[in-house]
């Protein structure tokens, strides 16, 4: 495999750092989406609200998330704030800051989606046995619209953890970043190190998604 | 803000997003046509190629683009593949989108009724006659919000391109911080051209959903 | 009078399940035969065979000499000679009344354009849908869906029509006009095999009762009314019960 330069990361810490390297990717996913669940609940509720000015501003921030790339969002967090606050947010909370922004509203939309998708039929028989309108949301419409979500929320997980390679461009060292370094130490030694390494970063990103998407869809198949 | 810098700026930042544009609707076409024969194949139960096919949805899907870019222009060279930066984007654009088309036009196929096909065939219709103007017309109408969620989705994701020094908005933007630090001038722009690039297929898309969703055909 | 359908020891499985087994049947031309049986009986299944849309594990079928073998090439000839209304939801609802009906005499008979319209639109006109021509299914209701589906069967020239329930998806006021326009061809001495839950209709319109229970013919009746009055094996006489109200 010499060639091929899968020997690098035998050499000195190198798996270990690369592996603390995903660490890092998982982590800021793992923050950014417990945050963005609580969050996304309330916002989410709130979406479904009858104020028509609660509905549009949500939605126009809706709409900035979904059009905006990701990563501009963290280049004005992390760049922008600098300049025109004055203040100097590290990258990881910056980072952060972003998912959760994007998280929030991502998670939102799909708390919206989840409520709206019960039909009406199960508030009227829910009133229609003389429940009030509290039993009505805890016990009828709340653990339906839980099995909608909770696959889907799962599948925002990946998305985060595949987003998150992002954060090198604002000089966070996650996986790619000890990737990169990892083939520039060894640039004279073995000269094919980015094909290994590379694979390497592609499989381990495939193992942590894969199995999650997989859950997702087989949660999804089960409840519905 | 510097309006002097705004302005000096601005056909850097043409020339970028003409640039993410070519790129952009190259990768997007190419996605878009591996999704359609990739349905088509998975639609008609092609052997092998469904298998291969579901090993590289999975595989695409489950990955950044940017690591993909990255094993496209770094990794690929050392077995002697090397393309431009150009190339590789439009490829890795390509193929992330053409997982993901796949996905969306498939279910958009299995989504018709079996009662469509089978009084087609009763007509006399051939398999394929089915396929071209009864199976397919109504799928994709019926993948058509997904397609164009797919296409916001890659039109967002050619901002990674900057990372293999393809001289996009991203990278434009990146690079005028780095040599004159008017950070927020570029960024500013940034956000700017982003909204003309893709408020439009926003806009386009939520018009088609909502056509799709209430009228369907005939109103 | 000639043989048009035949069935020769018709054997259908799915799996273990037998769902058709030894149906023999044949339908001379001009003649209706309606086919009536509890749900699952396998009778629709049997249409679907007819028309080669199952895959059958025994037994012969030739419509016009020619035999129904769906995994070969020239099914699609031996189609054009079958004409068949479903259910429901077989109108295609990307094209309009008028564009469903002349799909398939272009596209597979190459058929003139202009010669195929203007039949078209005599025979919506006697189906009283002249004037929906360029309506899109979903514009139209159940029973008017129905008689756009019979238009665009007959327009294909086909020397015999299968009918699977068209009425039983519609709303009871919508029956009458869709099996009215059955009626009409049936006058005009179209060969039809219809299955149906429709009684009265059955009585009226049928040349042959067959009588389908378990995946088997148990009775043949060319006395139509003899068959509704006292049919001769005891499971017809038990279903024919369940339409009564005492």
Redesign the interface.
């Known amino acids: 495999m010499q060639s091929?330069?899968i020997d690098v990361l035998f050499k000195g810490t190198n798996a270990i750092r690369l592996l603390k390297g995903l660490w890092v990717s998982v982590e800021i996913s793992i923050i950014s989406v417990a945050i963005s669940i609580v969050l996304g609940l309330v916002i989410g509720v709130l979406m479904t609200s009858k104020n028509r000015i609660m509905r549009f501003v949500l939605r126009a921030y809706l709409?900035v998330v979904?059009?905006?790339?990701?990563?501009?969002l963290l280049?004005?967090v992390y760049?922008?704030t600098?300049?025109?606050f004055g203040i100097n947010i590290s990258a990881e909370l910056s980072a952060i800051i972003v998912f959760v922004f994007w998280g929030t509203a991502e998670m939102g939309d799909l708390v919206r989606g989840s409520i709206k998708s019960i039909p009406r039929i199960q508030y009227d028989s829910a009133y229609a046995l003389g429940l009030n309108k509290f039993q009505v949301h805890f016990f009828i419409i709340f653990p339906q619209t839980i099995r909608r979500l909770i696959p889907l929320s799962i599948n925002l997980v990946?998305r985060m953890i595949?987003?998150t390679?992002?954060v090198m461009?604002i000089g966070i060292v996650e996986v790619?970043k000890v990737?990169q370094q990892i083939?520039e130490a060894n640039r004279k030694a073995s000269?094919?190190a980015?094909?290994g390494v590379?694979?390497v970063?592609?499989l381990l990103?495939?193992l942590v998604?894969?199995p999650i998407?997989r859950f997702a869809v087989k949660l999804e198949k089960r409840w519905t | 803000m510097d309006l002097n810098v705004l302005r000096s700026y601005i056909p850097l930042y043409n020339e970028a997003l003409l640039l993410t544009l070519k790129t952009g609707l190259l990768g997007i076409l190419t996605a878009f046509a591996i999704g359609l024969s990739g349905a088509a194949a998975i639609y008609f139960n092609v052997p092998v190629v469904k298998k291969v096919l579901g090993i590289y949805i999975e595989l695409f899907r489950n990955t950044p683009l940017l690591v993909q870019l990255f094993f496209i222009y770094f990794a690929l060279p050392k077995l002697g593949l090397r393309i431009s930066a150009e190339t590789c984007g439009i490829l890795g654009l390509g193929l992330i989108g053409g997982a993901y088309m796949i996905e969306t036009m498939r279910s958009g196929l299995f989504s018709i009724d079996r009662v469509q096909s089978e009084s087609a065939l009763s007509l006399g219709m051939t398999d394929r006659q089915v396929f071209f103007h009864i199976i397919l017309p109504q799928a994709f109408s019926v993948s058509m919000p997904g397609i164009m969620a797919n296409v916001i989705f890659l039109l967002k994701e050619t901002s990674v391109f900057s990372t293999i020094s393809l001289m996009d908005l991203m990278f434009t933007a990146k690079d005028l911080i780095g040599m004159y630090a008017k950070t927020i001038e570029c960024l500013f722009l940034l956000v700017i051209y982003y909204l003309i690039m893709l408020l439009p297929v926003s806009i386009l898309g939520s018009i088609i959903e909502r056509r799709v969703r209430y009228a369907e055909f005939g109103d | 009078m000639s043989e048009l359908v035949k069935v020769k020891h018709l054997h259908k499985e799915y799996g273990r399940n037998v769902v058709l087994k030894d149906i023999n049947l044949s339908v001379k031309k001009g003649e209706v035969v309606v086919i009536i049986g509890p749900s699952g009986c396998g009778k629709s299944t049997f249409l679907r065979c007819l028309n080669g849309l199952e895959e059958i594990q025994g037994g012969v079928i030739t419509v016009d000499g020619l035999p129904v073998e769906p995994e070969k090439k020239d099914i699609s000839n031996i189609r054009q000679k079958i004409g068949m209304v479903f259910q429901s939801y077989d109108l295609f609802p990307h094209k309009t009344v008028i564009e469903n009906a002349i799909l398939a005499p272009i596209l597979v008979q190459k058929r003139i354009r202009d010669d195929v319209v203007r039949e078209a639109l005599e025979l919506l006109d006697k189906v009283g849908l002249a004037d929906k021509k360029d309506y899109y299914p979903r514009q139209l209701s159940g029973g008017q869906k129905q008689r756009v589906a019979i238009v665009r069967a007959l327009l294909m020239h086909p020397d015999v029509l299968l009918f699977d329930e068209v009425t039983a998806a519609l709303d009871p006021e919508m029956v009458h006009e869709v099996l009215q326009t059955m009626q009409e061809l049936a006058k005009t001495g179209s060969t039809m095999i219809i299955v149906t839950h429709e009684m009265a209709f059955a009585k009226a319109v049928a040349d042959r009762i067959v009588f389908f229970d378990q995946g088997e013919i148990v009775e043949e009746a060319r006395d139509v009314k003899k068959f509704f009055e006292e049919p001769e094996t005891e499971r017809a006489k038990r279903f024919l019960k369940t339409f009564a109200y005492e």
């Open positions: 091929l330069g709409e979904r059009i905006m790339p990701q990563m501009v280049f004005i760049f922008g600098t300049r025109v990946t595949k987003t390679s992002l461009m790619l990737a083939i000269p094919n980015a094909f590379f694979v970063v592609f990103y495939f998604c894969w998407s």
